[in-house]
Structures are given as structure tokens and as C-alpha cells.
């Protein structure tokens, strides 16, 4: 099991030191150049693994709030961009998405799509074949999906296009399980705090929060033969929560890093 943060709770160097993964978001927002993350690669020591958030123009239609931190001009017409549909557009902002990925030589590519991309036989067809594309054209990265909204409803529609696409199930433990494939054999988890809505990024995690993630994992390993877990946390206080479960994991008896 591999334990981080989704993106830097402190400074990058001391991140280096005290954790073996991250899972950088500033690609999320507007791409860094990729001579900036060729050198946050070189800053990391042997054996870090990087994973990449991918670009919201990919996932968030440009009424997202947070586009306006896309600084870049975008070819095209802006309205086709987002929600995993395949256009033209949509295929090449994830041709820039795997650019990030193959500077920093992540190995998750982090599909996270809004609540108002929920469940509906169109959506669904539409990103079965963008992420059937989308896994085709990625290089060796693995591709994970966290689907926001009502599709957890729909498990079969949802197992169906996972599977096929040979997309992991990205879930927050503490809301969800994950959908695990026949084919697969690790998973990856983002941790938005306990409470709320989709999110509570101000939650706090205790240790018995702790205890029951590590008991939680472990039902997940015995259950599936799973061979890696990634625990990534993604609240307020990430930078001491994903420190503290480490400590939990490992009195629990599990293999973390």
C-alpha cells in the first residue's frame, strides 16, 4: 500500500522526504510547462511515483468556475470541451494531459468529473468511447475514474464501461467500495473527508477513522488478491492525516510505503 497527498501540503522537498507518492493537481487547473515538471521529477528521489490529475478541460465543461485559471488559448470551439465526450477538442486536451504525465513519468492519470455529469444512457455511451479511446492513446499510464453524482446508482451500467475500458474505479472508501475488474489488481483511492456532500475538505480524520480505512483495505486485498492500493488523501489536514494512517496501517499489520 502506498500512502500520499493530492498535491503538496508543504514544500515539495520536504514532500520528498516524508512520502513516496503524490498526486499532483496543478494539472488539474492549467498545465504546468513541461520543462517545470520535468524538473519536479528530477527533485524527486528514486522511487517516487508521481500520478497526474488531468486537465479540467477534459472533464469540466467551460462553465466550471474554475476554468478561469486556463490561462492558454484552446483550438476550437470552447463549448465541445469536457464531460469525457469524444471530440476533437476533448481528444486533444488529453493529448496535453499525457504530455504532464510522461514529464513527471506518472503512473495514474486521475479522471475526476463534476456531480452534473451523472448517469444517463446518452453519457454513458459518449464516455465509454472516449475513455476506450482515451486508454488506447495513454502511452502505459493507467487511467482512473472518479465519477461524481449518481452513478454509484448504476453500478452495472458503470461496472460494464470500468471494465471494458479498462479504466480503475477511483472511489472514496469512506462513501463507496470501488468496482474492482477481473483484470485488475490494485486500486486507488482519494480521501475527501468524512460528512457533507461529495466533499468535507476540512474534516479532520481520527484514529478510528484510521483503524476502520486499515481494516477496510485489507477486506479489499484478502477479498480480491489485490497487489497495490494507493490512499491518497484530500482534505485541509492531508499532510498529517496520510502520516498518521501509516502509522495505523502498519500496527494493523499491512505493508506501507
Request: proline residues 5%; glycine residues 8%; neutral net charge.
Amino acid at each position: 500500500m502506498v500512502v500520499g497527498c493530492c498535491g503538496f501540503p508543504f514544500a515539495r522537498a520536504r514532500y520528498f522526504q516524508t512520502y513516496r507518492s503524490v498526486e499532483v493537481q496543478q494539472t488539474f487547473y492549467d498545465p504546468p510547462s513541461v520543462d517545470t515538471l520535468r524538473r519536479w521529477r528530477e527533485e524527486a528521489p528514486e522511487g517516487f511515483v508521481f500520478h497526474v490529475k488531468a486537465w479540467q478541460a477534459v472533464t469540466h465543461s467551460r462553465r466550471s468556475p474554475t476554468w478561469r485559471r486556463i490561462k492558454r488559448s484552446l483550438p476550437g470551439n470552447l463549448d465541445n470541451y469536457g464531460l469525457l465526450r469524444p471530440t476533437e477538442e476533448n481528444r486533444w486536451a488529453w493529448r496535453v494531459t499525457l504530455e504532464t504525465a510522461e514529464a513527471l513519468g506518472a503512473e495514474y492519470i486521475v479522471l475526476q468529473t463534476p456531480p452534473s455529469l451523472g448517469y444517463s444512457p446518452e453519457n454513458a455511451q459518449r464516455i465509454e468511447e472516449f475513455l476506450s479511446w482515451a486508454v488506447g492513446e495513454a502511452r502505459g499510464f493507467k487511467v482512473g475514474w472518479e465519477p461524481r453524482g449518481d452513478w454509484h446508482e448504476h453500478p452495472e451500467e458503470l461496472k460494464r464501461i470500468l471494465c471494458s475500458a479498462r479504466v480503475v474505479h477511483i472511489v472514496d472508501p469512506f462513501r463507496r467500495q470501488p468496482i474492482i475488474c477481473d483484470w485488475q489488481r490494485e486500486t486507488y483511492f482519494r480521501l475527501h473527508g468524512i460528512g457533507g456532500g461529495e466533499v468535507n475538505y476540512r474534516y479532520r480524520y481520527t484514529d478510528q477513522d484510521h483503524e476502520k480505512l486499515a481494516e477496510t483495505i485489507a477486506k479489499l486485498i484478502d477479498e480480491y488478491g489485490l497487489e497495490k492500493v494507493y490512499v491518497m488523501f484530500n482534505n485541509v489536514y492531508m499532510g498529517q492525516d496520510a502520516a498518521r494512517f501509516r502509522e495505523v496501517a502498519r500496527q494493523k499489520g499491512l505493508n506501507v510505503c
